[in-house]
RNA sequence: AGAGGCAUAGCUCAAGGGCAGAGCCUCCGCUUGAUAAGCGGAAGACGGCGGUUCAACUCCGCCUGCCUCUACCA
């Protein structure tokens, strides 16, 4: 075998040296003490000193100085050797220098209107369409949003390589409590008495207005492309125009109802809300146990009959009570009745306090808790019974002294409490429910601002008798109060009055404003609503009877969620959902297009009405509502407009405007359906979200589009996590642990932003901290180097020249190729699933470890040393050129600048395109021929390719045992770099038949070396391995002896090697044939 | 109060019923021909307790910890 070890010939520049060690290794070693850990820590440290790291300071600072070489003790020869090298040669820069590059870049996209070209390039193609959700126009784009942008930014990149067609039209969400409530800040806390409507709603246009060009500017400095110039604005006429025609849509069929309803109410903001509007914080509040005094039982039921039983020692009148529990004290005015469940076990028992002879009614499961809570003494089981037997029971209202009955309800538990459960049906949906059933009106003395009404106001809206009396002093107490502050009032006034029989203060979460952050409250008030239950009667004609809850669980099971759970959250939140209450008590928004009889205050709206009033926002937005001056309603809703018996009554304007919801959840109708460029492309292929949105924007959009469109307005939904801090809080605003996006971008880079983002997982919360996207440069940096190392081996490559068909490459490069196959369909994969980071990882791992540990460290000879044109060297330039133009294509949608940047240093083919994003997704060889699917010269080579993959797999295996013997004998001071070194393997028969399935001896002794990095390798098939002395096993490969010995050939002065055929050739006595083969 | 998710090396993340991989960090070495780079080596991990199995980090149950969501129950 060539170049077997011991087969020295003659090693004239080993001999006179120690035994075992070479030239370089010794000299290496004794230049490089010392000074070598102090040039490292400098180099990492912030900057270089001119301390004498470098020996050469001319070699240091040389512009070129990585192309030169440093050693002063060069013979001519040599040096002239070197010039032959072909070492790598590239004005790609190895640092990035992103904060000069992308804004440069981003110009350059602008003048050339980048967007516009892919469009074009697109026209025709189908049609892939990411809806954006509108973030709102207030504050700044801060990491969060701007992660979405980047996120949909990267999706829409990706899909539009993959040749579909595919606009972005951003949009903002502008109306709304927040820019109303900021605006009237500014005007010192609330709207200046002479202020109109549509001066306020002027100030909030301009507000927003602001705030949509600054968060533009701050988006696009992401390197996010879209219709940047023309986004959809919810304050637009035609936007507006198009909100109410879903309206109208929805009233036409029946789903809008106006009811008077326990709504959320904010009376911080003086408004209802949404369910997306509320959030749920904790809160303590007083936990109270009450009497409620016995007017009288049933006579012949149970608790009637014991209670005569007990004869004279019976507590009397109001010594007997029921015994109900709340933590809302200040509902207890709003008190008309008390719930029992029917079938459970209630108990009569008497006790003392105060030294005072009781009798409550409780449940039977809770009177022990409640004689432990309140202290009671003497308690005595009078009776048991059910609760249906309290049927007929009334007792008398402790504030009021009106008479009210005992009733029965499902939602009775005995969990908590007494079993007795306070009804109010003013303030609580199920107690309205009740109320309702049980013909009780829902009484409800608090305004909108959470005070109780005070005088004549508080008197009828708690439908107290014409000649109540104040007796007990309550009214005059509570008129005027606000409600908490009433908690406290309330549960002194009634301990003073003996009502009180235990109070706590009970801990617990509860849903707050999620604008104020005030808590909300449950208010009775008349409103409009969208009935979550109706049966469509055009789908009814049809015999579909589903309402429209089943059709949105329908469709939502039709849309594919990323992640998955996204699913059972959504459908799980949608069979719970009430109705959902559309109207909002504020100016900034849309009107609700209802007029009201001035006297009888009866709604007017119809069919036609409600048309009318859409053209009239259609033509004059609408601002016309509120412009009393050139808006009479007389010409706002002439008589021809109106239905008969309205026609010449004097009409008022509603002052309800749109939840805001119902606006964005609109988008559908406003931008797909309405947008000349998207009109064909409904529903959109994807929405793309925080995972708030399930029960927001999501939500709404479904309801809105099943009710009207019949469908879902998204095929796919996908859904991140949210942004936190290293201590994994939830990013926001008043934390300050949230920055704007274009600080960020101008600080860390676009395109590193862009990768650390895509290198997480976003469907668990994603911490966001400079600290960890600097980390992640690391990455970006490998990313860059490993390419830049590619390409640095092209600079004398032309693809249309140079390259070699597919068949004529080097089984190492085909290797290669497969391996690249591999990555192209991995991160493919991860990209239709969207887990971002699945291919970030994918590219990372093929970056350290295929490239850049393996085959560019294997390659390196061939590139530098073999003949500039011939097969070898071009066969790898050709793997290293498809594998550069593969991975510029495969970043291009997440370091969109940097893929750029690649782009442009690539040795490209005459057709290629002019920019990486208007290039093709990478696709393997064998599918790029399907029909329709765009093919590049590079994608063709892209083959995978079993038997080479377990050729590499193994060989590289055999690398790893060899690397680990190698390190040994360089600490033991026996070699130095790996050429110095000569390896035999001794294998078992069996590893043998495996090195044999890989290809013929010679082919394997021409790669193993190669492989190995070494200069000779020799097989030594032994079967009895106790023979093979001087070998050491391998520690994971099985079968695998090596020896591994420093060769005493002589190294060749132009590649290193020690190949022992140096100086065959006599004119050049330092070179191996090889090389002197080269130089000629 | 219910539902769900997560828990792997100092850090950030993988894989998968059968020797747990990578990047960063640390340490050691090589190289000076990817050089503000590159290569090699070393050290270093399956939250706890049970169960299924020949075999569990993986499947199942329970516990603990962190997070999210849902609901508001008086």
């Given at each position: 075998?060539?170049?077997?070890?011991?087969?020295?010939?003659?090693?004239?520049?080993?001999?006179?040296?120690?035994?075992?060690?070479?030239?370089?290794?010794?000299?290496?070693?004794?230049?490089?003490?010392?000074?070598?850990?102090?040039?490292?820590?400098?180099?990492?440290?912030?900057?270089?000193?001119?301390?004498?790291?470098?020996?050469?300071?001319?070699?240091?600072?040389?512009?070129?100085?990585?192309?030169?070489?440093?050693?002063?003790?060069?013979?001519?020869?040599?040096?002239?050797?070197?010039?032959?090298?072909?070492?790598?040669?590239?004005?790609?820069?190895?640092?990035?220098?992103?904060?000069?590059?992308?804004?440069?870049?981003?110009?350059?996209?602008?003048?050339?209107?980048?967007?516009?070209?892919?469009?074009?390039?697109?026209?025709?193609?189908?049609?892939?369409?990411?809806?954006?959700?509108?973030?709102?126009?207030?504050?700044?784009?801060?990491?969060?949003?701007?992660?979405?942008?980047?996120?949909?930014?990267?999706?829409?990149?990706?899909?539009?390589?993959?040749?579909?067609?595919?606009?972005?039209?951003?949009?903002?969400?502008?109306?709304?409590?927040?820019?109303?409530?900021?605006?009237?800040?500014?005007?010192?806390?609330?709207?200046?008495?002479?202020?109109?409507?549509?001066?306020?709603?002027?100030?909030?246009?301009?507000?927003?207005?602001?705030?949509?060009?600054?968060?533009?500017?701050?988006?696009?400095?992401?390197?996010?492309?879209?219709?940047?110039?023309?986004?959809?604005?919810?304050?637009?006429?035609?936007?507006?125009?198009?909100?109410?025609?879903?309206?109208?849509?929805?009233?036409?069929?029946?789903?809008?109802?106006?009811?008077?309803?326990?709504?959320?109410?904010?009376?911080?903001?003086?408004?209802?809300?949404?369910?997306?509007?509320?959030?749920?914080?904790?809160?303590?509040?007083?936990?109270?146990?009450?009497?409620?005094?016995?007017?009288?039982?049933?006579?012949?039921?149970?608790?009637?009959?014991?209670?005569?039983?007990?004869?004279?020692?019976?507590?009397?009148?109001?010594?007997?009570?029921?015994?109900?529990?709340?933590?809302?004290?200040?509902?207890?005015?709003?008190?008309?009745?008390?719930?029992?469940?029917?079938?459970?076990?209630?108990?009569?028992?008497?006790?003392?306090?105060?030294?005072?002879?009781?009798?409550?009614?409780?449940?039977?499961?809770?009177?022990?808790?409640?004689?432990?809570?309140?202290?009671?003494?003497?308690?005595?089981?009078?009776?048991?019974?059910?609760?249906?037997?309290?049927?007929?029971?009334?007792?008398?209202?402790?504030?009021?002294?009106?008479?009210?009955?005992?009733?029965?309800?499902?939602?009775?538990?005995?969990?908590?409490?007494?079993?007795?459960?306070?009804?109010?049906?003013?303030?609580?949906?199920?107690?309205?429910?009740?109320?309702?059933?049980?013909?009780?009106?829902?009484?409800?003395?608090?305004?909108?601002?959470?005070?109780?009404?005070?005088?004549?106001?508080?008197?009828?809206?708690?439908?107290?008798?014409?000649?109540?009396?104040?007796?007990?002093?309550?009214?005059?107490?509570?008129?005027?109060?606000?409600?908490?502050?009433?908690?406290?009032?309330?549960?002194?006034?009634?301990?003073?009055?003996?009502?009180?029989?235990?109070?706590?203060?009970?801990?617990?979460?509860?849903?707050?404003?999620?604008?104020?952050?005030?808590?909300?409250?449950?208010?009775?008030?008349?409103?409009?609503?969208?009935?979550?239950?109706?049966?469509?009667?055009?789908?009814?004609?049809?015999?579909?009877?589903?309402?429209?809850?089943?059709?949105?669980?329908?469709?939502?099971?039709?849309?594919?969620?990323?992640?998955?759970?996204?699913?059972?959250?959504?459908?799980?939140?949608?069979?719970?959902?009430?109705?959902?209450?559309?109207?909002?008590?504020?100016?900034?928004?849309?009107?609700?297009?209802?007029?009201?009889?001035?006297?009888?205050?009866?709604?007017?709206?119809?069919?036609?009405?409600?048309?009318?009033?859409?053209?009239?926002?259609?033509?004059?937005?609408?601002?016309?509502?509120?412009?009393?001056?050139?808006?009479?309603?007389?010409?706002?809703?002439?008589?021809?407009?109106?239905?008969?018996?309205?026609?010449?009554?004097?009409?008022?304007?509603?002052?309800?405007?749109?939840?805001?919801?119902?606006?964005?959840?609109?988008?559908?109708?406003?931008?797909?359906?309405?947008?000349?460029?998207?009109?064909?492309?409904?529903?959109?292929?994807?929405?793309?979200?925080?995972?708030?949105?399930?029960?927001?924007?999501?939500?709404?959009?479904?309801?809105?589009?099943?009710?009207?469109?019949?469908?879902?307005?998204?095929?796919?939904?996908?859904?991140?996590?949210?942004?936190?801090?290293?201590?994994?809080?939830?990013?926001?605003?008043?934390?300050?642990?949230?920055?704007?996006?274009?600080?960020?971008?101008?600080?860390?880079?676009?395109?590193?932003?862009?990768?650390?983002?895509?290198?997480?997982?976003?469907?668990?919360?994603?911490?966001?901290?400079?600290?960890?996207?600097?980390?992640?440069?690391?990455?970006?940096?490998?990313?860059?180097?490993?390419?830049?190392?590619?390409?640095?081996?092209?600079?004398?490559?032309?693809?249309?020249?140079?390259?070699?068909?597919?068949?004529?490459?080097?089984?190492?490069?085909?290797?290669?190729?497969?391996?690249?196959?591999?990555?192209?369909?991995?991160?493919?994969?991860?990209?239709?699933?969207?887990?971002?980071?699945?291919?970030?990882?994918?590219?990372?791992?093929?970056?350290?470890?295929?490239?850049?540990?393996?085959?560019?460290?294997?390659?390196?000879?061939?590139?530098?040393?073999?003949?500039?044109?011939?097969?070898?060297?071009?066969?790898?330039?050709?793997?290293?050129?498809?594998?550069?133009?593969?991975?510029?294509?495969?970043?291009?949608?997440?370091?969109?600048?940097?893929?750029?940047?690649?782009?442009?240093?690539?040795?490209?083919?005459?057709?290629?395109?002019?920019?990486?994003?208007?290039?093709?997704?990478?696709?393997?060889?064998?599918?790029?021929?399907?029909?329709?699917?765009?093919?590049?010269?590079?994608?063709?080579?892209?083959?995978?390719?079993?038997?080479?993959?377990?050729?590499?797999?193994?060989?590289?295996?055999?690398?790893?045992?060899?690397?680990?013997?190698?390190?040994?004998?360089?600490?033991?001071?026996?070699?130095?770099?790996?050429?110095?070194?000569?390896?035999?393997?001794?294998?078992?028969?069996?590893?043998?038949?495996?090195?044999?399935?890989?290809?013929?001896?010679?082919?394997?002794?021409?790669?193993?070396?190669?492989?190995?990095?070494?200069?000779?390798?020799?097989?030594?098939?032994?079967?009895?391995?106790?023979?093979?002395?001087?070998?050491?096993?391998?520690?994971?490969?099985?079968?695998?002896?090596?020896?591994?010995?420093p060769t005493p050939e002589e190294a060749c002065q132009r590649c290193y090697r020690r190949t022992g055929d140096v100086g065959s050739n006599p004119a050049h006595a330092h070179l191996c044939s090889r090389c002197a083969s080269v130089v000629g």
């Amino acid at each position: 075998m060539q170049g077997r070890p011991g087969a020295a010939r003659e090693p004239p520049a080993w001999q006179g040296l120690p035994a075992g060690l070479s030239h370089r290794g010794r000299h290496t070693e004794h230049a490089d003490r010392g000074s070598r850990p102090n040039y490292r820590r400098r180099a990492r440290g912030s900057g270089l000193g001119a301390s004498g790291i470098f020996r050469d300071s001319a070699t240091a600072h040389s512009p070129d100085r990585r192309f030169s070489f440093s050693r002063t003790a060069m013979s001519d020869d040599a040096k002239k050797y070197k010039d032959t090298v072909l070492l790598p040669r590239t004005d790609f820069p190895m640092k990035a220098g992103l904060q000069q590059l992308e804004p440069a870049m981003q110009k350059r996209w602008a003048e050339q209107n980048l967007y516009g070209l892919i469009r074009a390039a697109r026209r025709g193609k189908p049609a892939w369409v990411l809806h954006d959700g509108p973030p709102y126009a207030n504050g700044d784009a801060h990491t969060g949003t701007g992660m979405n942008k980047i996120l949909k930014d990267m999706v829409v990149k990706f899909r539009t390589m993959q040749g579909q067609d595919c606009p972005y039209v951003p949009g903002w969400d502008c109306h709304g409590l927040p820019i109303e409530h900021n605006v009237l800040k500014e005007l010192g806390g609330k709207k200046p008495e002479n202020m109109t409507s549509v001066r306020l709603r002027e100030l909030c246009l301009e507000y927003a207005n602001k705030f949509v060009s600054s968060q533009r500017e701050q988006f696009k400095t992401t390197g996010t492309l879209g219709r940047w110039e023309q986004p959809y604005l919810t304050t637009s006429a035609v936007y507006e125009a198009n909100v109410l025609r879903v309206f109208e849509d929805l009233f036409a069929r029946g789903y809008i109802t106006r009811a008077k309803r326990p709504v959320h109410w904010s009376w911080a903001a003086q408004s209802a809300l949404a369910e997306a509007e509320l959030e749920y914080e904790d809160r303590t509040d007083p936990s109270v146990y009450v009497r409620f005094p016995v007017l009288s039982f049933r006579p012949d039921s149970a608790v009637g009959t014991a209670l005569r039983r007990l004869g004279d020692s019976a507590p009397r009148g109001d010594a007997v009570a029921l015994l109900i529990w709340t933590t809302t004290p200040w509902t207890l005015p709003a008190n008309l009745a008390v719930a029992a469940a029917a079938e459970a076990e209630y108990a009569l028992a008497t006790y003392t306090r105060g030294g005072k002879a009781e009798a409550m009614v409780v449940a039977l499961e809770l009177l022990g808790a409640v004689r432990d809570k309140a202290g009671l003494q003497d308690l005595k089981t009078v009776a048991t019974f059910k609760g249906r037997e309290l049927d007929g029971t009334r007792y008398r209202h402790p504030m009021w002294g009106r008479s009210c009955p005992v009733v029965f309800a499902e939602y009775v538990t005995l969990s908590d409490g007494t079993g007795l459960v306070h009804t109010a049906p003013g303030h609580g949906k199920e107690d309205f429910d009740t109320g309702k059933r049980e013909n009780l009106p829902a009484v409800c003395p608090v305004s909108a601002n959470g005070t109780y009404y005070a005088g004549q106001r508080l008197a009828q809206e708690l439908d107290l008798a014409a000649g109540f009396k104040d007796d007990a002093g309550w009214f005059a107490l509570l008129q005027g109060q606000h409600i908490f502050k009433a908690n406290d009032l309330i549960l002194e006034k009634l301990k003073a009055d003996g009502w009180l029989l235990h109070h706590e203060p009970v801990h617990h979460s509860y849903p707050h404003c999620w604008r104020t952050h005030q808590p909300v409250i449950f208010r009775v008030t008349e409103q409009w609503f969208v009935a979550i239950d109706h049966v469509d009667p055009v789908h009814a004609e049809r015999g579909d009877t589903r309402t429209l809850r089943q059709r949105l669980l329908d469709e939502i099971s039709r849309v594919q969620w990323f992640p998955a759970w996204g699913e059972k959250r959504i459908s799980s939140m949608i069979e719970n959902r009430p109705d959902w209450c559309i109207s909002r008590q504020r100016h900034w928004g849309i009107p609700i297009p209802a007029l009201y009889d001035a006297e009888t205050g009866e709604v007017c709206m119809d069919a036609v009405s409600v048309q009318h009033l859409v053209s009239v926002v259609e033509k004059h937005g609408s601002n016309a509502w509120y412009d009393d001056a050139n808006w009479p309603v007389e010409k706002l809703l002439p008589d021809h407009f109106r239905p008969d018996r309205f026609k010449g009554r004097k009409l008022v304007k509603g002052d309800d405007i749109f939840d805001v919801w119902f606006e964005s959840g609109a988008s559908h109708r406003a931008v797909m359906l309405a947008d000349p460029e998207l009109a064909d492309k409904f529903p959109a292929a994807l929405y793309l979200e925080g995972d708030d949105q399930h029960r927001g924007w999501f939500q709404v959009s479904l309801i809105l589009s099943v009710a009207t469109k019949g469908k879902s307005p998204f095929r796919q939904c996908l859904t991140s996590a949210f942004v936190v801090d290293e201590k994994g809080e939830k990013g926001s605003k008043s934390k300050g642990n949230i920055w704007a996006i274009d600080k960020g971008v101008r600080d860390l880079g676009a395109d590193l932003i862009r990768y650390y983002f895509a290198s997480v997982n976003t469907s668990e919360p994603i911490p966001v901290t400079y600290g960890l996207i600097q980390a992640a440069g690391e990455g970006y940096r490998k990313l860059r180097n490993t390419w830049r190392a590619l390409v640095g081996n092209l600079f004398d490559f032309d693809p249309a020249r140079h390259a070699l068909v597919y068949d004529r490459l080097e089984p190492l490069d085909r290797w290669a190729l497969s391996r690249t196959a591999e990555l192209v369909q991995e991160v493919t994969a991860a990209w239709e699933r969207y887990e971002f980071h699945d291919a970030t990882r994918a590219v990372m791992q093929f970056c350290n470890v295929t490239l850049s540990a393996q085959y560019v460290d294997v390659c390196k000879d061939r590139l530098y040393c073999d003949k500039a044109d011939g097969d070898a060297r071009r066969s790898a330039q050709t793997a290293y050129w498809v594998i550069a133009d593969v991975l510029a294509r495969l970043v291009a949608p997440v370091c969109v600048h940097t893929a750029e940047e690649m782009w442009g240093f690539l040795p490209r083919l005459d057709n290629a395109q002019a920019s990486v994003h208007l290039a093709s997704w990478p696709v393997c060889g064998a599918e790029a021929r399907a029909p329709g699917v765009a093919v590049t010269a590079a994608d063709l080579y892209l083959r995978r390719d079993a038997e080479l993959d377990a050729k590499y797999r193994l060989l590289f295996r055999v690398k790893g045992e060899s690397d680990r013997v190698l390190d040994r004998l360089r600490k033991e001071k026996v070699l130095g770099k790996g050429y110095d070194a000569a390896v035999t393997l001794g294998v078992t028969s069996e590893l043998a038949r495996d090195f044999a399935a890989l290809g013929s001896p010679e082919e394997l002794q021409r790669e193993l070396p190669v492989v190995l990095n070494v200069s000779a390798t020799a097989e030594e098939a032994a079967v009895d391995h106790g023979a093979l002395q001087g070998y050491e096993p391998a520690v994971e490969l099985k079968g695998l002896w090596l020896k591994v010995q420093p060769t005493p050939e002589e190294a060749c002065q132009r590649c290193y090697r020690r190949t022992g055929d140096v100086g065959s050739n006599p004119a050049h006595a330092h070179l191996c044939s090889r090389c002197a083969s080269v130089v000629g």
